[in-house]
T-cell receptor, first 114, second 115 residues
Framework: DAMVIQNPRYQVTQFGKPVTLSCSQT?????MYWYQQKSSQAPKLLFH???????NEADTPDNFQSRRPNTSFCFLDIRSPGLGDAAMYLC?????????????FGQGTRLTVV | AQSVTQLGSHVSVSEGALVLLRCNYS??????LFWYVQYPNQGLQLLLK??????LVKGINGFEAEFKKSETSFHLTKPSAHMSDAAEYFC?????????????FGQGTILTVHP
């Protein structure tokens, strides 16, 4: 009954080689979020989509991009991963209305950069 | 602007003892407050949340938290710790509404439960 699914769970990529992380949802929520969580740190919001409207956080590096081709899917693209980008990447969704109840998180993708 | 401070990066309790994890927040708007639990290499699972109304909120697995506006606190408690409670706990705040999932997290508290 997984509602927010992230693939893959573990990703190893080479320094500088573009990588894409995937998130899908069965909740039909119109808001999707990407968080970065480095080791022993709190999750930090990178950006979010409200429907097709992209909202970048001010301090998110340009190296990070996102795509949302439809309601169900959202992708995180890292154009040139550096060693400092190794982290857990968490996708979350919520209803974009005042009646939203909670944000639902996926299981995360652990990214290793070698 | 919003921020969260969790007092104590590590808390250790005996099985059966009271669990108390502290969280203080700062928010320029009425806050929506959450506690999440994270097991190793897993995503975040919502334990409980405060939006409006009753200030004592009950969550899953026997956890509860009390919103105290005067103290800007939202401490998490559980009367009797179980070994399965060992995990990392995050307190978070959002502005709610259409920003419901825009969460600002505290630094986390690792809970250790020993026999």
């Amino acid at each position: 009954d997984a509602m927010v699914i992230q693939n893959p769970r573990y990703q190893v990529t080479q320094f500088g080689k573009p990588v894409t992380l995937s998130c899908s949802q069965t909740l039909n929520h119109n808001v999707m979020y990407w968080y970065q969580q480095k080791s022993s740190q709190a999750p930090k919001l990178l950006f979010h989509y409200y429907d097709k409207d992209f909202n970048n956080e001010a301090d998110t590096p340009d190296n990070f991009q996102s795509r949302r081709p439809n309601t169900s899917f959202c992708f995180l693209d890292i154009r040139s991963p550096g060693l400092g980008d190794a982290a857990m990447y968490l996708c979350a969704t919520s209803r974009g209305t005042v009646r939203a109840t909670e944000a639902f998180f996926g299981q995360g993708t652990r990214l290793t950069v070698v | 602007a919003q921020s969260v401070t969790q007092l104590g990066s590590h808390v250790s309790v005996s099985e059966g003892a009271l669990v108390l994890l502290r969280c203080n927040y700062s928010s320029s708007v009425p806050p929506y407050l959450f506690w999440y639990v994270q097991y190793p290499n897993q995503g975040l699972q919502l334990l409980l949340k405060y939006t409006t109304g009753a200030t004592l909120v009950k969550g899953i697995n026997g956890f509860e938290a009390e919103f105290k506006k005067s103290e800007t606190s939202f401490h998490l408690t559980k009367p009797s710790a179980h070994m399965s409670d060992a995990a990392e706990y995050f307190c978070a705040v959002s502005a709610g509404g259409t920003s419901y999932g825009k969460l600002t997290f505290g630094q986390g508290t690792i809970l250790t439960v020993h026999p």
